[in-house]
């Protein structure tokens, strides 16, 4: 399985500021994922991230709330907007592998406090 | 609205014993199912994938998957302390997407 590193691991953030979230893995992937997971409950999936084309979001989650990049297969970036406490989360990127059943494998998350 | 339906738990066993965690789907294309095991504060570690009805075992670990009845399940055999975590069942549709049940929590008891 592919080796995935996210910065920052934690932050602590004031309310209104913006944190961007990065995403590296050491090998060459199509499809990455960007999930929350709220305190106490499971992974909901925010965006899924291809490279060279625009992200695809889930209900209740918009661009302009968290823009994500995608500039090459191995790199991706999710940004957290015009933050809020409701926004203090777990947040994670995934890769799929290339052939079925696309088994996802996790990054170690970064945990976001908003204050 | 796609569901993926487990016990909150806690389940408790005694170490050696057989721990049993079962999961329910209500999404009839599903094509793919997966365990992932998630200690606290860690990420999850995917344990087992299976797309065919029937059981594949790994190690200690067996899932078992029911296309008919939409029902997944994992057995821990010779349970550990160390296998004491969150267990989390998760079932992918269309477009590789996939859905996470909100996991079991296992202790296992020395």
């Known amino acids: 399985s592919a080796v995935i590193s996210q910065k920052p691991s934690r932050d602590i953030c004031q309310r209104g500021t913006s944190l961007t979230i990065q995403c590296q893995v050491d090998?060459?992937?199509?499809?990455m994922f960007w999930y929350r997971q709220q305190p106490g409950q499971s992974l909901t999936l925010i965006a899924t991230?291809?490279?060279?084309?625009?992200?695809?979001?889930e209900s209740g989650f918009v661009i302009d709330k968290f823009p994500i990049s995608r500039p090459n297969l191995t790199f991706s970036t999710l940004t957290v907007s015009n933050m809020s406490p409701e926004d203090s989360s777990i947040y994670l990127c995934?890769?799929?592998?290339?052939?079925?059943?696309?088994?996802?494998?996790f990054g170690p998350g970064t945990r976001l406090t908003v204050t | 609205q796609k569901e993926v339906e487990q016990n909150s738990g806690p389940l408790s066993v005694p170490e050696g014993a057989i721990a049993s965690l079962n999961c329910t789907y209500s999404?009839?294309?599903?094509?793919?199912f997966f365990w992932y095991r998630q200690y606290s504060g860690k990420s999850p570690e995917l344990i087992m994938s299976?797309?065919?009805?029937g059981d594949k075992e790994d190690g200690r670990f067996t899932a078992q998957l029911n296309k008919a009845s939409q029902y997944v399940s994992l057995l821990i055999r010779d349970s550990q302390p160390s296998d004491s975590a969150t267990y989390l069942c998760?079932?992918?549709?269309?477009?590789?997407?996939?859905?996470f049940g909100i996991g079991t929590k296992l202790q296992v008891i020395p």
């Open positions: 991230a291809n490279q060279g084309s625009e992200a695809t979001y």
């Open positions: 999404d009839r294309v599903s094509q793919s």
């Open positions: 090998s060459q992937v199509t499809m």
């Open positions: 998760a079932v992918q549709g269309g477009y590789q997407k996939v859905t």
């Open positions: 995934s890769v799929a592998t290339g052939t079925f059943p696309y088994e996802q494998y």
């Open positions: 299976i797309y065919s009805n």
